[in-house]
């Protein structure tokens, strides 16, 4: 299935059913910039879960590649996906960024199985390509090649909306 974008908010998911809303995190437990603002004024579940997870209190190894699956409603969940290592930060452009693009790989295998177990539908803004500082040309790809059979919906906000920062 191809990807479908969205001219809208990410955190308000167009459609019926079960939804699902993946975002990429780091993986030093840092909330607070970017998407997460957005999704912490919608819930402050995928947070609280998210500082629990990253404290070892919860879920699996708080690590690259790993996802935290958030019930915020009956039909909505949240993906916590580690695709990010460290914070952005000003870096000069022969330096790495922050995402690592095998890490947000595998975690959308395990949202792809999350989500065909559970008859879920799959939206994301551009995931990997804000402030984790990644290519949305790379991003793109792996995003087709691991959820293909999956209805997903990439989201971006309308013109003159203000960045979620």
Not at 118 to 124: D, K, N, Y
Request: proline share 8%.
């Amino acid at each position: 299935m191809p990807l479908r974008y969205v001219s809208g908010d990410a955190t308000q998911p167009q459609g019926t059913g079960l939804n699902l809303i993946v975002h990429v995190c780091n993986d030093i437990g840092a909330w607070g910039r970017g998407f997460v603002v957005a999704l912490s004024r919608r819930s402050r579940l995928p947070e609280q879960a998210y500082k629990r997870w990253a404290a070892g209190e919860t879920g699996p190894p708080f690590e690259l590649g790993q996802v935290q699956f958030v019930q915020l409603e009956p039909d909505l969940w949240v993906a916590n996906l580690i695709g990010q290592h460290d914070i952005a930060r000003k870096h000069a452009p022969t330096e790495v960024p922050p995402v690592r693009y095998d890490a947000v790989r595998a975690g959308l295998r395990r949202v792809h199985d999350w989500a065909h177990q559970h008859g879920a539908s799959v939206h994301m803004p551009r995931i990997g390509a804000g402030l984790a500082g990644g290519d949305w040309a790379q991003i793109e790809p792996i995003l087709q090649q691991e959820l293909s059979d999956l209805s997903v919906s990439v989201y971006d906000l309308p013109p003159g909306r203000p960045e979620n920062v």
